[in-house]
């Protein structure tokens, strides 16, 4: 049950549904007797992008198990849920609605993982006229002022540079100075294929079987969300704390060992394989980053884990995942209107429901639309690259990813996609365009074996839309490549075929924008 509101509020605290942590520096020195907690689940942060009825029952289920934990220490909750009389359907709408009825004396919240909930929930304050405090959210090891530092006089942001400067502060898988192993980087070692024999035997996943109130939230979604993408009777992530600590715990002990060779293959049917599915506990703040990397640390310590394993682990969390959030606050607003390539063309339908004969597209999408999940190298060099190559453009993609995976919030989905996969923001996130043929595919996955394109063709019936799609890249945009020395090997392979071959390549080019592939 929950505790009385007060007659008078002193702060409001607010809390939205990526910050589900009960040691957050918002809940810090509140007291029940003066202060209230705020949540609301609003429609409009599932329309805003058409958020998948998955992603959207992960958030919703978790804040209300949340707020389930809260009522249990005492702090007194102004909750509103989707469907209630008092819904006003947008967050702005609903946090208005609590100031005029309940005039609080102030607001106090912690910084939104999104520049627009940012300057909504300033903009309500404002209007309101009402003092508000912004807390920097210290979930995370870096500041904005850590990464303004490491990014002042800089030409080019590199996270390798960033990461080496984190893992040395925090000492990090360091000993007397140096980096265990005598390398900061393992990722050589990291992308061995699986070959011809596949995936040795891949653990079996903890069940999260839903719960009385997750079943009720399933069923507000599919009734509320009828015509979203996605589908719920697979849905099996965790919801609360505990259960984002038992996913920690199995990952460490049953998939980190064997994670970092195979951590960029792909196979069929394998959609989960030995990585950790807990990038969406961690971005609700069911976990905390410190903790996962104590933990993968201690693995290695202890001889559980090899190096290869535990380092490039580690330097998704510690690294690359810090780096991106740095990239997103130094360069919002403006970021998200970044098109670098000029990419103008609209994001076909079949990433919505993965009706493609191209059988890497198919099973990735599906995939998705099933789980909510996808990992690193199939969301970077299949459905990422082919919206690259395609030349979609970077915000409609940029809107998929971030309505479709379980895991994304706009401070982590955004570099990601617009910077790292669609090269959108012209090299501040990646010092490159990731492009490849379909070879690339062959090579790492076995999506190809069975399907009716050849990687190695280019032109022709059987022509692999990847390849054909890497070399009109290369062509499109080769006077903007030549100036990127990483670019150099691709522009003189390029410049092997014939006037004639090429032609040919750009005419298959336009027939795959045209018609469905």
């Not at 500041?143 to 800089?154: L, N, Y």
């Not at 959108?424 to 043929?437: E, F, H, I, L, W």
Request: glycine share 6%.
């Amino acid at each position: 049950m929950n505790a009385a509101l007060p007659e008078k509020i002193r702060t409001l605290v607010i809390v939205l549904g990526d910050q589900l942590d009960m040691e957050s520096v918002a809940l810090r020195g509140l007291d029940p007797a003066k202060d209230v907690i705020w949540m609301a689940e609003v429609a409009g942060e599932s329309t805003y992008v058409w958020s998948s009825k998955i992603r959207t029952t992960l958030f919703v289920s978790a804040m209300r198990h949340f707020r389930e934990a809260l009522l249990e220490k005492g702090y007194p909750v102004l909750y509103t849920e989707l469907g209630s009389k008092e819904n006003k359907g947008e967050l702005d709408k609903q946090l208005d609605a609590s100031l005029e009825k309940y005039k609080p004396e102030t607001i106090k919240y912690i910084e939104p993982g999104e520049h627009r909930l940012l300057k909504t929930i300033s903009s309500v304050c404002k209007k309101n006229k009402i003092d508000f405090e912004l807390l920097e959210d210290d979930h995370f090891l870096a500041s904005h002022q850590d990464f303004e530092t490491h990014a002042e006089g800089r030409k080019q942001l590199r996270m390798e540079f960033f990461y080496r400067e984190i893992r040395k502060r925090y000492k990090v898988l360091i000993e007397d100075g140096k980096p265990v192993g005598g390398e900061w980087n393992f990722d050589s070692s990291n992308r061995q294929s699986f070959g011809k024999q596949g995936p040795e035997l891949v653990p079996q996943r903890r069940s999260f079987k839903p719960d009385d109130i997750t079943k009720t939230v399933i069923k507000i979604v599919n009734e509320s969300f009828e015509d979203h993408p996605g589908d719920l009777e697979n849905f099996n992530w965790p919801v609360t704390r505990k259960e984002a600590l038992q996913a920690l715990e199995d990952f460490i002990k049953d998939c980190l060992p064997n994670f970092g060779k195979h951590q960029d293959a792909m196979w069929t049917a394998e959609p989960f394989l030995n990585h950790s599915l807990i990038s969406s506990s961690l971005n609700l703040k069911l976990l905390n980053p410190r903790e996962v990397i104590k933990a993968a640390e201690k693995a290695y310590r202890d001889g559980k884990a090899p190096i290869e394993s535990v380092e490039g682990f580690i330097r998704q969390i510690l690294g690359w995942r810090e780096y991106v959030r740095g990239i997103y606050w130094l360069y919002m607003p403006e970021y998200l209107d970044r098109n670098a390539l000029s990419a103008q063309e609209a994001l076909p339908d079949f990433y919505w429901t993965g009706e493609t004969s191209m059988r890497c597209m198919n099973d990735c999408i599906t995939q998705t639309m099933k789980y909510g999940y996808a990992h690193h190298i199939q969301r970077l060099m299949v459905t990422g690259l082919f919206s690259l190559m395609y030349g979609i453009n970077p915000k409609e993609i940029h809107a998929w990813y971030l309505a479709v995976y379980v895991d994304a919030v706009e401070w982590v989905e955004l570099p990601n996609t617009l910077g790292m996969s669609q090269y959108g923001d012209g090299g501040v996130t990646a010092s490159k365009p990731y492009v490849a043929t379909g070879k690339y595919i062959q090579r790492m996955s076995n999506y190809c074996s069975g399907c009716q394109y050849n990687p190695a063709e280019s032109v022709g019936e059987n022509a692999c839309p990847f390849t054909t799609l890497y070399w009109d890249f290369l062509m499109r945009h080769e006077n903007s490549l030549k100036k990127n020395n990483r670019m150099a090997m691709q522009l003189r392979n390029l410049n092997r075929l014939s006037e004639e071959k090429k032609d040919k390549i750009q005419d298959q080019a336009k027939r795959l924008r045209c018609n469905k592939i």
